[in-house]
């Protein structure tokens, strides 16, 4: 099979306006950035709230909060983003409908059904880390706290979410690169993020190669340089004279 | 039949042994004793290869252990040896931690392998768990076990390291017995030990380290009866009082 | 709702369920046979090979499988053709299969790398002393140890590699979701489709789960 390597292709006119390639790299880099923090705001929110719900005394709220999880955790992605995309506006009263579908340019609604499923998907993990730092709090800090007189929502708030933030921060990080790569499922739904950008070169260009390397690349240094940031930031956080329960 | 050469060993700038020189004849029972730390066991583990040394040698049998052309796994499956925590194979069952090495190094067949293993486990008493698990049988029945798995390989020495320290002391005997035993039927043995009481039963020669050298290297009567180092004489005093 | 559609399409979602878990299946023996090999060379003391395995796993655990798939979809063809010097083209089945492979090799090299991890040195010293060598100590001795142990956490990966198998999507393969879309499609009731495939994934998932879940108390207590 014969193919053309070439380099240079990122430098190329696309045969759009005056755009090389490489702003169409640009331009998708820059929707999956977006999509990732606006659905890590939902998913921390979120998920903040229901591992609260999940180390509350009673036995309704940590029931729901545990039925959130379980069914965000166990439907693929994939059938969650259809879920959003396809079903949820049908659902939706007329007004609210035409709108969503009609009057929002085509790449602004997928991208909020992208943000709402990456959002509530990544908040069933988020949930679980949360729970896991406050249980792993001595109860001590707990009866303490009670003991000064503080209420539920203090306790939480000064307390046990300060200390708890602290030990999941690697956790926390792994799950935000998780929705990181995730985004690229907007691919999928017509959203032109990196990898359909990528793809797009690569079917422009027919130089695959080339095109797919510079995204891989793309991910990986993204990823290693947030993990290396995550690090830093964890170190900063560290409060003194306490060893840090989250490993090393 | 052993002989060790001027061994030394480091761990980056740390020296564990220095220049360490003795040697077990065929048929002798050496016990090595000493502080902890002062590297009996790692001279111990470098006599079958199981911790490489940088200088000197080591010559077992006529093979020389230091060699990169030596076949290690040949010289290990001729020399028998016992850990402190007996180290049994946790997902076979006693028959088959006493064949598995029978068959797979010796390349005995099974039925042979498990016969000879039967009989071995007979020899130490405990013929009657040969289809238990190593988790359903005391420390001092597990040692017992890593014995014969060490013996069924018939090995022309065996090592020892420590055998009886992770046992609970009600439980040291049993595996001394064996020990005893062993020794009387001639088995060439070097042996880390605490148990005075067995060096006194059997050894011909008692070496004494300390701070990973060969302080003492002497016959039993003279070792017990006039340590010639300071720091011999401490040590026995120390390990005697119990 | 009206679900006899439902009942006329299923063969062609039972076919589509054959793909995905045959899909599956092969991914997880081949994924924990090309992990367990990495694990093996991340542990070695041969510094290049280490370096390399860590590499690897670095590498895919950094870029999404989606990418993943689509890359190999329009690469592998190509390399093989390079190979082999045909055009035979292989398939979107086979560039998907391949493409779980390595990617779930990153992941299942962690699990089978803290497996081993866990088992004690003595034991590796144990079967040295008996005259085995690396591969017969690893094989009978270590790993059989260490695969017992990691047992549930193989199989927690591997739940997620079978929700994971939708992506196939992306690549036009009628796998179980993608049969469902396009029989709703035809009979114009994706709604009924696509949550009937949600359905089935999530029992199978949570069933799945449910049962690791009971298996590593067993194993813990």
């Not at chain 2, 009600?170 to 030990?193: W, Y």
């Not at chain 3, 003391?45 to 860590?54: E, R, V, W």
């Not at chain 3, 994934?201 to 949570?206: D, E, G, N, P």
């Amino acid at each position: 099979m014969h193919y053309n390597w070439d380099w240079g292709v990122f430098f190329h006119s696309t045969g759009i306006g005056s755009e090389i390639y490489l702003d169409w790299f640009i331009k998708g880099l820059g929707w999956t950035i977006a999509l990732s923090l606006a659905g890590w705001v939902i998913a921390l929110l979120l998920g903040t709230v229901l591992g609260v719900m999940r180390t509350l005394p009673g036995k309704i709220l940590p029931k729901i909060a545990a039925v959130y999880v379980e069914i965000f955790r166990n439907i693929p992605l994939l059938v969650q983003l259809f879920v959003w995309y396809f079903i949820v506006p049908d659902l939706l009263p007329q007004g609210l409908q035409t709108w969503f579908k009609q009057d929002l340019n085509p790449a602004t609604s997928a991208f909020i059904s992208v943000v709402i499923c990456l959002g509530l998907f990544t908040a069933a993990r988020v949930c679980e880390q949360v729970r896991t730092g406050i249980q792993a709090l001595p109860k001590g800090q707990t009866n303490a706290a009670y003991a000064l007189g503080l209420r539920v929502p203090q306790i939480y708030k000064e307390v046990l979410l300060p200390q708890a933030f602290r030990i999941i921060i690697p956790p926390l990080t792994s799950e935000f690169l998780n929705i990181f790569k995730n985004s690229s499922v907007a691919s999928l739904i017509g959203l032109m993020e990196l990898l359909a950008q990528t793809k797009q070169t690569a079917e422009f260009t027919a130089n695959l190669f080339e095109a797919f390397t510079l995204a891989t690349i793309i991910y990986f240094v993204l990823n290693m340089g947030l993990m290396l940031f995550m690090r830093w930031v964890e170190k900063r956080v560290r409060v003194p004279g306490l060893i840090a329960l989250g490993g090393k | 039949m052993i002989s060790i050469k001027n061994v030394s060993k480091w761990y980056g700038d740390f020296k564990v042994l220095t220049d360490c020189t003795t040697e077990v004849q065929k048929g002798e029972v050496v016990v090595v004793c000493g502080p902890s730390g002062s590297g009996k066991s790692t001279l111990i583990k470098c006599v079958n290869g199981l911790e490489p040394f940088q200088s000197g040698d080591i010559i077992v049998d006529g093979i020389s252990v230091g060699s990169p052309k030596t076949d290690l796994p040949k010289l290990r499956s001729r020399v028998g040896m016992v850990f402190q925590h007996f180290e049994l194979f946790p997902h076979l069952s006693i028959t088959d931690n006493l064949a598995l090495a029978q068959i797979k190094v010796l390349g005995r067949k099974e039925d042979e392998a498990k016969k000879k293993g039967l009989a071995l486990l007979d020899r130490v008493g405990l013929s009657a768990h040969a289809a238990k698990f190593p988790g359903q049988l005391s420390g001092g029945q597990q040692q017992r076990v890593a014995i014969a798995r060490a013996l069924a390989m018939d090995p022309i020495a065996m090592l020892f390291d420590e055998p009886t320290s992770a046992l609970d002391p009600e439980m040291i005997n049993e595996v001394l017995d064996v020990m005893v035993q062993l020794a009387h039927e001639g088995m060439t043995m070097m042996c880390v030990t605490h148990e005075m009481g067995f060096a006194r039963k059997v050894a011909n020669r008692v070496i004494f380290m300390d701070q990973g050298a060969i302080v003492e290297d002497a016959n039993k009567d003279d070792f017990f009866g006039s340590p010639r180092s300071e720091r011999a004489q401490t040590f026995l005093s120390k390990i005697l009082q119990h | 709702m009206d679900f006899s559609s439902l009942i006329t399409a299923m063969p062609g979602l039972l076919s589509g369920m054959m793909l995905t878990l045959k899909l599956l299946v092969l991914a997880i023996i081949g994924g924990v046979a090309l992990g367990t090999l990495l694990a093996l060379a991340r542990l070695s003391n041969n510094k290049l090979l280490s370096t390399l395995a860590g590499f690897y796993v670095n590498y895919f655990r950094s870029i999404p499988l989606l990418l993943v798939i689509t890359w190999f979809y329009f690469v592998v063809p190509f390399i093989i053709g390079w190979l082999t010097g045909t055009n035979e083209p292989i398939g979107a089945f086979y560039s998907c299969l391949v493409a779980f492979m390595m990617f779930e090799a990153a992941y299942y090299c962690e699990i089978v790398r803290a497996g081993i991890q866990s088992i004690s040195k003595g034991q590796v010293n144990a079967a040295y002393a008996l005259g085995m060598s690396y591969s017969q100590t690893m094989r009978l001795v270590i790993l059989p140890q260490a695969f017992r142990k990691m047992t549930p956490l193989l199989l927690q990966q591997s739940i997620i590699l079978f929700q994971d198998t939708s992506l196939v999507y992306a690549v036009g393969l009628m796998d179980f979701l993608n049969s469902a879309r396009s029989g709703g499609d035809i009979v114009g009731e994706l709604h009924q489709f696509l949550l009937f495939a949600g359905l089935v994934y999530f029992i199978i998932s949570f069933g799945a789960s449910t049962l690791v879940k009971r298996l590593q108390k067993r194993l813990t207590v």
